[in-house]
């Protein structure tokens, strides 16, 4: 009997402990600060810092959703080619360079006109299941869908693009013009 009074007596003090530790942090209402950070106050904004660029974005979105912008923004008509355009001097067919801005030049195909969209989308649709990087653009002077196959950053590359496409899918006319991004 008196191991298992010495059980209870143990079991009742372990108890007894343990609440006196557990209770009070358990009951204690007034937190107060949890962790401390040695991260500094943020910075006075200097004068020339101009804190409505930060709101712009959503403004922009807003104005996105609303359909305003829309109206305001008009691409660029795609240029149309009647002859390839001429080889530059100073710049090599056959690497990738800049044009005198610093910008880099590229060169795209024009491989196609359409009146009707459907038939536009259908053979750039084609030209892509063919691996080949394809986009159409509309020109509203005109009302044709223009579609092209590139941009590509060497000339030589676009003039190999051309002769496989000629003898990959039969097109005729296809005009080599500098790319100019919109």
Do not use: C
Not at 60 to 72: H, I, K, T
Not at 77 to 94: N, S, T, V
């Amino acid at each position: 009997m008196e191991t298992n009074l010495k059980a209870r007596l143990i079991g009742a003090l372990v108890t007894v402990l343990a609440l006196a530790l557990i209770l009070p942090n358990i009951l204690h209402r007034d937190k107060g600060p949890g962790f401390t950070t040695e991260i500094p106050a943020k910075p006075k904004t200097p004068d020339w810092v101009d804190e409505s660029q930060s709101s712009r974005v959503r403004i922009e979105l807003d104005q996105l959703a609303s359909g305003d912008m829309q109206n305001r923004i008009t691409p660029p008509q795609p240029r149309i080619a009647d002859q390839d355009d001429p080889k530059m001097p100073h710049l090599p067919g056959e690497r990738a360079s800049l044009d005198e801005m610093g910008a880099p030049v590229a060169w795209t195909l024009q491989v196609g006109a359409f009146n009707t969209s459907s038939n536009a989308i259908k053979f750039r649709d084609q030209l892509r299941a063919k691996d080949f990087k394809a986009y159409m653009l509309r020109n509203s002077a005109t009302q044709l869908d223009h579609i092209f196959v590139g941009p590509m950053l060497q000339r030589a590359k676009a003039e190999q693009v051309r002769e496989q496409l000629t003898k990959e899918m039969a097109i005729k006319g296809i005009r080599l013009q500098q790319y100019k991004p919109e």
